[in-house]
């Protein structure tokens, strides 16, 4: 599969983020459809369309010349997940999973003292698609599997992939990946019982003169 954005790490993305984990501590949260761990925002741009909109031209400005014509739909969110809630789910908590609807994801994490971040994945050449390609989190909310019932599906979902890179989630860092890329939050030695508190946006529907890894395919496919 041809990937149109390379996995990219962005560092320092907030210039200020401390008041941005301020300001994401005062908003409410929610949770209704259960297929993610932990509580969500509105959609920033329901919230706070000018915030919205500095975060869309951050993003797009890594790939793109601003100078041209580029346009993106894109949703973004706080997400919280207590830890509590991590250690009640378990397994179901880090589900490798694929977003499908979206191209393009991006993770700023907002954890000064826990690195707490992702990895992306790719399917085994031998091995047919995963027959628990399903939502984590549905599994223990919807279906009151139990936490032994699932780490049993989990050990048989990831034998099917094989880890492509991992980000560790530093402070205030932006990964970047294409959504289509098996994706999972990393599992993280909690000791200090902190909540995980993260950005998390997602955009399709590009409109742009050519995409960042256009030239990259062309040549390629010389080589």
Not at 87 to 110: N, P, R, S
Not at 198 to 206: A, P
Request: glycine share 2%; with cysteine.
């Amino acid at each position: 599969m041809k990937f149109k954005f390379p996995l990219t790490v962005v560092n320092d993305f907030f210039e200020d983020p401390y008041s941005v984990i301020e300001y994401a501590n005062s908003l409410k949260y929610f949770n209704e459809d259960k297929n993610y761990p932990g509580k969500r925002t509105k959609d920033l741009f329901e919230i706070n369309p000018d915030f919205y909109n500095s975060i869309n031209n951050k993003i797009l400005s890594i790939f793109f010349d601003r100078e041209k014509s580029v346009d993106a739909k894109s949703c973004i969110y706080f997400q919280k997940e207590t830890h509590e809630e991590l250690e009640k789910m378990g397994k179901a908590a880090h589900w490798i999973h694929h977003d499908i609807l979206y191209e393009l994801i991006f993770i700023v994490y907002l954890n000064p003292n826990l690195n707490a971040g992702t990895s992306v994945y790719k399917q085994k050449k031998d091995f047919s698609v995963s027959p628990h390609n399903v939502n984590g989190p549905s599994l223990f909310n919807k279906k009151n599997m139990s936490v032994e019932e699932i780490d049993k599906i989990y050990k048989e979902h990831i034998d099917h992939y094989e880890l492509i890179s991992s980000c560790n989630g530093n402070f205030n860092s932006a990964f970047i990946f294409p959504c289509r890329l098996a994706h999972v939050a990393n599992i993280f030695d909690n000791i200090k019982k902190l909540d995980r508190l993260f950005l998390i946006g997602m955009m399709r529907d590009f409109v742009a003169e050519k995409m960042p890894l256009d030239q990259y395919h062309y040549y390629n496919h010389y080589a």
